[in-house]
C-alpha cells in the first residue's frame, strides 16, 4: 500500500481566486514547492483533491480547470500522481462529491492503492477536514488570517491547525518515522 498527501488547490497550494479559469493568473502559497518537494522525496503519492463548482455554475470550462491545475504543477516543479476534481454545483443533491464528500479522497485511495491510515490532507476549511477524517487520513488546516472561523470549526477534528506549510511538512515528515 502507498501512503500520500492528499492537498486541497486553493487556499492551499495556491492563492484562491474564485472561479479561477486563467493559468497565467496562478500565484503559489509561500512555501509550496519547498512542501511539495520534501514530501515527494519522502515517498510519498502526490494527489489533489479540488472542489471546482464554477464548471457547475457555468462560469469556468472543466479545460480551464485542467490548464489551471496543470499551472500549479509546472510552477511547483513537480508532477502530482493524480488529480482529482468536482464540478458539481453546491447546490446539486447531497449525494455530490464536494468535500465534505470524501468521494475523491475515498477514489483516489482505490485507483492508488493507498492506505489512508499512512497518509494526510492538508486543506484550507473545515469541509477539508470533514472529508479528510471521513477518508481515514490525518488532517491538516492551513490556517490563514482571513479564514478564523474555519480555524474555529475544524480545531476539534485536526490534528494540526498551522499558518505555515514548512511546519506542516516538519509535521508530516515526523509522523511519518514514526509509523
Known amino acids: 500500500m502507498n501512503k500520500a ?3 486541497d488547490r486553493d487556499d492551499t497550494l495556491i492563492k484562491n481566486i474564485p472561479y479561477l479559469g486563467d493559468p497565467s493568473n496562478v ?3 509561500p512555501g509550496a514547492p519547498a512542501a511539495v518537494s520534501q514530501l515527494k522525496k519522502a515517498g510519498f503519492l502526490l494527489v489533489m483533491i479540488t472542489n471546482q463548482s464554477g464548471v457547475g ?4 470550462s472543466p479545460e480551464q480547470v485542467k490548464a489551471v491545475n496543470d499551472e500549479v504543477m509546472r510552477k511547483i516543479g513537480i508532477e502530482f500522481d493524480a488529480v482529482y476534481m468536482c464540478f458539481d454545483h453546491p447546490d446539486t443533491p447531497k449525494e455530490n462529491c464536494r468535500k465534505p464528500s470524501p468521494k475523491m479522497i475515498l477514489q483516489a485511495q482505490k485507483e492508488l492503492h493507498i492506505d489512508p491510515s499512512a497518509s494526510f490532507f492538508i486543506g484550507d476549511t473545515y469541509h477539508d477536514i ?4 471521513r477518508a481515514g487520513c ?5 490556517e490563514h488570517a482571513h479564514k478564523k472561523t474555519e480555524s474555529r470549526k475544524a480545531e476539534p477534528l485536526a490534528n494540526l491547525i498551522s499558518d505555515d506549510l514548512a511546519k506542516i511538512t516538519d509535521w508530516i515528515l515526523s509522523q511519518n518515522r514514526k509509523t
Open 5 to 7: 498527501v492528499f492537498f
Open 27 to 29: 500565484t503559489l502559497l
Open 57 to 60: 455554475r457555468g462560469l469556468i
Open 130 to 133: 470533514v472529508a479528510g477524517n
Open 138 to 142: 490525518r488532517t491538516i488546516l492551513l
